[in-house]
């Protein structure tokens, strides 16, 4: 990108770089099963995908939960999560082609994800792609995970980019919305919920299949304003199980 200054791409982590919703539902119902729960595991993802563990659980229980058995249940949903996710790991098609076109085109490039530190090296590890990523920043980094602005916002800031110059890459509502409240925009990957469940992203995709930075600055030409965060939509989408 020479004689221009950087933009930056900002990556989710589950449902961006790999395709597990299922897999995370999976582990959710099991659970809930377990605890004698009986919502919907993938119903309650459409929704809340993109929160912390202990966030999603804390909105699932009528009652109030103590915040460290809140953590141990979502501990226990971790480890059913990696246990049938194991032999499963593998990007979402045509990814590490388009980190490596992102690097050589200029482009700074971040991961801003719900997960810990010992997840993220669980997946960007396993596929050997943390090379590719100039900030990793996980929920031990912000305050508030999303919907909240915190995560992109931090990782904008670590990349030293400002956040009109940052393009999200989401699977979740509530991590569109935070890329809106961040004051960035947003290209939707459709892993996890229907493409016109998404507010108002620049592009929803399937994967990263023949898709080029170029095409990404085309999109930041066609799309020059960032989207407002929807009120209306995180009401309806985020508070109600």
Known sequence: MPNAAPYALIFDMDGVLIDNTDYQARAFQLLFRDLGL??????????????????????????????KKLTTYADQREFLYRTIYWDKRKEVAGLTEFLRAARAAGFKIGLGTGSGNDTIGYIIDHLDIRQYFDVVITKDDVDKGKPHADTYTVTARELGIPPERCVVFEDALVGEQAAYKAGMRCIGLSTSVKPDKFQAPMLVMKDFTAFTPQKVLDLLEQYPETPKPSKEMAKRQYMHV
């Open 38 to 67: 009986t919502t919907n595991a993938r119903r309650l993802l459409e929704r809340l995908n993109g929160m912390p563990a202990t966030k999603i659980l804390e909105i699932v229980f009528s009652t109030d939960v103590p915040k």
